[in-house]
């Protein structure tokens, strides 16, 4: 539910014309429907929009405040109240790895109502809840918490997040929907199965990507983070450049020909020791007790993990890599899809892929070679504008530049204005210009801009620079227009401001060449 919502704002946000997701809305669909904010940032930045996230903090700062309830998706801010049920209660008994592991039965040990214990909670509150045993995942090991809803015999509460705020307590959070739930009260439980399965794919497909990781990259890679959704999965990893396209093909074929083995996964309770014998890899981050759970997955992946598998590769069904980019020094990171996520995902590519190819009028394939040919064929045209621009500069348009020039001191001075508006063609066409000359000075000023700037150049011949230095004199130009400029002996360039004022600073350079010479 949550994502829809999300989908719904964004749409409005699109339609209005705003570009940043507010943070309160970030904040409403983290702590009313139990969507990740990590999620909410990537999908709105996917689609072009940022997110606020300080109003966020802001907001999650608030809600501390208020309630005093363990906050955000890393649980540090765990409060009193879940500490005390954590030590009273003890582990909540976790039925989500028997059979499906979506469905069973439980006793309401504990509600909390804005981080405060009651005996009882009505329709319409937002409540906290710990059971003695549930098939609610609780968020850990980088997979996001279940959704789904409990049952009565006269109540319904819908749970849009599990979390684990405090050692082996699951805490499902949601609204009671119907009816009153008391401590006490007997319950069944129901898991969203499509979000379940489709999380536990994507947990799986990461296990499988850490394998084919080191396989391609090397054996220096090392998982640094996980997070693992019903819409996406992220892997960030130890690795000091940015991968190929062709290291990426070979990721996704390692990763989907373990997918097509359709090999059963097998879990195993074994002590630890065992289990690194077998070369079971630990997951970053974690902390492990004397037995850790083992998830061998495919042809080769084994690794310590508490979280939710597929029953056999092939439930994964396709491996398809999203992004793959740098998150900090010497970490990339890599988002994909699985299943009929990456299914709708090359769905969309081959859409727009063909909306190109219809605007173009040729077949998907072909685009990338008519976009070539186009890009050759503007390389092409910019040349011979570039061509047309600099003859008509250097006098190609019925205007003899060289009648311009004048005689200082025995030195020929061209300080003339051109309409140009490209500084290359500005220099192509003093050195041309200075050519003809064959002994002289050329100053030009091109005007041909829109904003009012003016771009400068000064060219000097081999034979003059030891009494006119084109950057000492193109500085002092350029001073006139409110700009500066810069270079060798012979040649420079530089910029002014005031178009207006040109006359008067291609004068001065005239000048400047009487005065220093």
């Not at 996230?53 to 801010?77: H, I, L, N, Y």
């Not at 997040?161 to 439980?189: M, N, R």
Request: hydrophobic fraction near 40%; charge should be neutral; proline fraction near 2%.
């Amino acid at each position: 539910r949550g994502e829809k919502l999300l989908d719904d704002e964004l749409a409005r946000m699109k339609k209005a014309g705003d570009k940043q997701v507010a943070g309160k809305v970030v904040f409403t669909l983290y702590d009313t429907f139990g969507f990740p904010d990590d999620l909410t940032e990537i999908i709105a930045n996917e689609r072009g929009f940022s997110v606020d996230k300080e109003s966020f903090e802001d907001e999650m700062t608030r809600a501390r405040e208020r309630s005093k309830v363990f906050s955000g998706s890393d649980q540090e801010a765990i409060s009193g109240a879940i500490k005390a049920l954590a030590g009273e209660l003890g582990s909540t008994k976790f039925l989500g790895y028997e059979g499906r592991g979506t469905t069973g039965e439980g006793v309401v040990k504990a509600i909390l109502i804005a981080g405060e214990r009651v005996p009882k909670a009505a329709t319409g509150s937002r409540v906290q809840l710990v059971f003695d045993q549930t098939p609610f995942y609780g968020e850990s090991g980088g997979q996001v918490g279940d959704a789904g809803e409990v049952r009565t015999a006269n109540a319904a509460v819908r749970i849009d997040d599990t979390k684990k705020p405090a050692g082996d307590v699951h805490v499902l959070i949601g609204e009671v929907t119907q009816g009153e739930l008391s401590v006490g009260d007997k319950v069944t439980f129901e898991v969203d199965d499509d979000k379940r399965e489709r999380t536990r794919a994507n947990h799986s497909a990461t296990h499988l990507l850490n394998l084919a990781l080191k396989k391609v990259l090397g054996p220096h890679i090392a998982q640094k983070g996980s997070l693992v959704g019903p819409d996406r999965l992220r892997f960030d990893f130890s690795h000091g450049q940015p991968m190929t396209d062709e290291q990426k093909r070979q990721v996704e074929d390692l990763v989907n020909a373990d997918i097509r083995s359709n090999k059963d996964s097998v879990i195993e309770v074994l002590p630890i020791e065992e289990a690194k014998q077998k070369g079971a890899v630990a997951m970053f981050g974690e902390k492990y007790g004397d037995t850790v759970r083992v998830i061998h997955i495919g042809n080769e992946s084994l690794e310590f993990c508490g979280g939710t598998h597929v029953r056999r590769a092939g439930d994964i069904g396709l491996f398809k890599i999203v992004s793959e980019q740098g998150v900090a020094q010497g970490v990339r990171r890599i988002e994909a899809h699985t299943g009929v996520n990456a299914l709708d995902y090359l769905r969309k590519l081959e859409v727009e892929l063909g909306k190109v190819g219809a605007k173009f009028k040729v077949a998907p394939f072909e685009v990338n070679a008519r976009i070539e040919k186009l890009l050759a064929d503007t390389k092409a045209l910019e040349k011979e504008l570039g061509q047309l621009k600099q003859k008509l500069a250097s006098g190609g348009g019925g205007r003899d530049l060289l009648a311009e020039v004048k005689t200082i001191k025995g030195i020929k001075v061209l300080a003339i204005a051109v309409d140009v508006d490209d500084a290359k063609v500005l220099r192509e066409t003093g050195d041309q210009l200075r050519d003809k000359l064959g002994s002289g000075v050329v100053v030009l000023a091109g005007t041909g801009g829109t904003q009012g700037e003016v771009k400068l150049v000064a060219m000097v011949t081999k034979d003059l620079v030891g009494k006119v230095q084109a950057g000492k004199l193109l500085a002092e130009v350029a001073a006139q227009l409110g700009g500066k400029a810069g270079g060798k002996p012979d040649s420079a360039q530089g910029g002014g401001k005031n178009v207006e004022a040109v006359p008067q600073a291609l004068e001065f350079a005239r000048n400047w060449v009487e005065q220093h010479t």
